[in-house]
C-alpha cells in the first residue's frame, strides 16, 4: 500500500514538472506534545495541529532574520512592515487565532474561511514562525494585489537568503489548503529555504508529505525534495 502511495506521488510530481528525479528517502517525523517537527523542522498545517497550550511567541531568531531583511530592503528604498500587533513580528496566540477564525467564519462562512484562515491550533502564526508582510509605501494589505508591491517581489526574491520562504503559493492550494497568500512568509532557516526557493516547492512536497496522509511520530519512507540532500 505504502509502495503504491509512492508511487501516485511521484506521478502527481512528474505531472507539475518539478523533481523529474525525485529522490526517495527516510524521514524523521517527531511530537513533544506541543508540536510536531520532521525532519528537525516545526510543522503546523491543516493536518499537523499544535497543543491549545503552545505559547511560545514569535521566534528570536525569526525576528532577528527578518531584521535584517528589512534592513536590507530599506537600503533599496523597499519598506516592510508586519502586519498586525506592534512588536509581536506575527505571533498570535491560539486564543486570538480561534476569534479570527470565528470572525472568518461569519463574514464568509466555513469553506471559503477555511481557504483564508487556519483552524486555531494549526496557524503557523501560533508556531511563531510565520509572519504576514506588507509594503510600508503602500496602504493595502492582505490581497494578492501585493503580489506588484515592491515589498512583494524583494521577499519573493531575497527572502530565502534570511531564511524565508513564500508559504502558500499560486497554484498549490490544492497542497497547501490554503489560497495564494503572497504576503505570509515562514521561517526555515537558509538552508531549507535556499533549496525549497530553488525548486519553487512549498514546505510540504519538499519534506515529502504532500498528498500523504498525516503521519504520526516515526520514520518514513517518502518521494520529497529534500531526499536529494539527504546522502
Ligand atoms: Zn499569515
Redo the contacts with the bound molecule.
Keep these: 500500500m505504502k509502495r503504491i502511495l509512492a508511487g501516485l506521488i511521484s506521478l502527481s510530481v512528474l505531472a507539475t514538472g518539478h523533481e523529474a528525479e525525485a529522490a526517495s528517502c527516510k524521514i524523521n517525523v517527531s511530537y513533544n506534545k506541543q508540536f510536531y517537527k520532521i525532519e528537525g523542522l516545526p510543522i503546523a498545517n491543516k493536518q499537523y495541529g499544535m497543543a491549545k497550550s503552545y505559547h511560545p511567541g514569535a521566534n528570536k531568531t525569526m525576528i532577528r532574520s527578518y531584521q535584517k531583511m528589512r534592513a536590507a530592503a530599506l537600503k533599496k528604498g523597499i519598506v516592510l512592515d508586519v502586519v498586525g500587533t506592534p512588536g509581536a513580528y ?1 505571533y498570535r496566540s491560539y486564543a486570538v487565532q480561534k476569534q479570527l477564525y470565528n470572525d472568518y467564519i461569519n463574514l464568509y462562512g466555513f469553506s471559503y474561511a477555511s481557504k483564508i484562515s487556519a483552524k486555531p491550533g494549526t ?3 501560533q508556531l511563531g514562525l ?3 508582510i506588507r509594503d510600508g509605501t503602500n496602504y493595502g494589505t492582505l490581497n494578492t494585489a501585493f503580489e506588484y508591491t515592491a515589498a512583494s517581489k524583494f521577499i519573493r526574491e531575497n527572502g530565502q537568503r534570511y531564511g524565508f520562504i513564500v508559504r502558500y503559493l499560486k497554484g498549490k492550494e490544492a497542497i497547501t489548503g490554503f489560497m495564494y ?1 503572497p ?2 512568509i515562514r521561517y526555515v532557516g537558509v538552508t531549507h529555504a535556499t533549496r525549497i526557493k530553488k525548486d519553487n516547492i512549498t514546505l510540504e512536497e519538499y519534506l515529502g508529505i504532500a498528498g500523504r496522509r498525516k503521519l504520526s511520530a516515526g520514520q518514513y519512507q517518502v518521494n520529497g525534495a529534500l531526499c536529494k540532500y539527504k546522502r
Excluded: F, V
Design positions: 506575527g496557524s503557523e502564526h510565520a509572519m504576514d497568500e504576503w505570509h
